[in-house]
C-alpha cells in the first residue's frame, strides 16, 4: 500500500513538472537549432555574395580601359598614318600605339592580349603579356585573319559600344593554346576622324585569377562551380569538366547533364537562386559584367552538403537533447526523494501500529516529522502508552 503511495507520488509529481520541462526543452532547442540553421545559410549567401563581389571587382575598369584607348590620340594618328602610305609616318605611328598598349597591359598587369584588327580581320598591333613581361608582336607574326563572332558583332556595334564574350580558351592561329589559357573578350569598334569603321580594339583579360579564386574558395565538403550561360563548366573541381562546350574542347560535360533538375532553373534564375533538399544546399548566383549593359560572366554555382553546412546546429541539438534527458532524471529523482520523505513517517507509523496489534507496547513510538504526522506520532504515542497502564493494571 505505502510503495503504491510512494509510486502514485513520484506518479503525481511527473505528471507536474515533466510535460512542462518536456515543452520547453522542445519548443527552446527548436527555436535555437533553426537561429542556428538560419545563421548558417546567411553566411553561406554571404560567402557567394563576397565571392561574385570579388570576382566583379577583378574585371571593373576594363570596358573603360578599352573606350580610353578607342579615342586616344595615338590610334587616331596611326589611322591617319595608314591613310598617307608613308612607310616612316605608318611606322612611328605604329610604334608610338603600341607602346601605349603595353603601358596599359603593364599598369593592369591582368590583359593576356591588347590587339588592333583592321576591317579586313587582320592584326595590326598586338601585345602580349606572360607572367611579368608585355611584349610587342613582331608583324610578321601578326595573323590575318577575321576573328569570328566576337570581330563581326563589334564590326557592326555602335560607337561606344563595349561587347564582352564568354570566357573560352585561347586560340592562337585557330587553334587552342597549350597549356589552355582562359580568357574574356572585351571589344569595341573603331572608327576614325571622318566616322568611317576601321576595325576592332580587342582586350584579352586573362581569366586565371578568377579561377583560381573560386577554385581556392570552397570549405570542407563544400563545391563551388563557375558555368557559362549554356552551362559548360568554367570552374569545377573535375579537371576533365571544365570547358567543354562547343566553343572549346566540346566533351559535352555540363551543369545540366550532372544536375538535371536543378541545372535549368539555374541557368534560368537571374538573381539568387537557393535550393535545398535532405542532403544538400544549393546557391547560384549571376555574375554581371561591370560597365557592361546585360553582360553576365556566368553562374556561380554553391554546393554544400546539409550536415556541414549544419553541423552547428545539430550538434547543439544534440547537447540540448542530452542536457533535457539529465534534467528529465534529476526532476524524476528528485520526485523519487520527495516521495521517500513524505512516505516514510508513515511507514514508521504502520510499522509501530501492526507492533502495538501484536501486543508490543513497550518499544515508543518515535516519528520525527515536521507535517501533521509528527502530530499523528504524538497521539499515537498517548494511546501506547494509555493501553500499557491499562494491561499493567489489569496484570496487579
Known sequence: MLNSLRNKLVLAYATVTLPPLIALGWYGGSRIETTLRDQGLERLETRVDVLSVQIERFLAGTDGDLLLLADTPALGQYLLALDSGDAALMGAARKNLAQGFVRLSEIRGTYHQIRYIDASGAERIRVDRNGNA?????????????????????????KGTVLVSAMALNRENGAIEDPHRPVIQYSTPVFDASAHRRGVLIIGVAADPILDLVAKAPGSGEKLLLVDANGSYLSNPEPGKRFGGDRDLKTGENLVKDYPELGPQILAEKSLFRSESRDMVTLAKSIAVPGVNNASLGVLVDLMPTDVLYKTASQFRMVFNILTLVALVIALAFGALVAHFVTRPIMALTEAVERMSRGNLEQPIEVVSNDETQTLAIAMERLRKSMKLMLDKYAD
Open 134 to 158: 608585355t611584349t610587342v608582336v613582331a608583324a610578321e607574326r601578326l595573323e590575318t585573319r577575321r576573328s569570328g563572332t566576337d570581330f563581326d558583332d563589334a564590326m557592326k556595334a555602335p
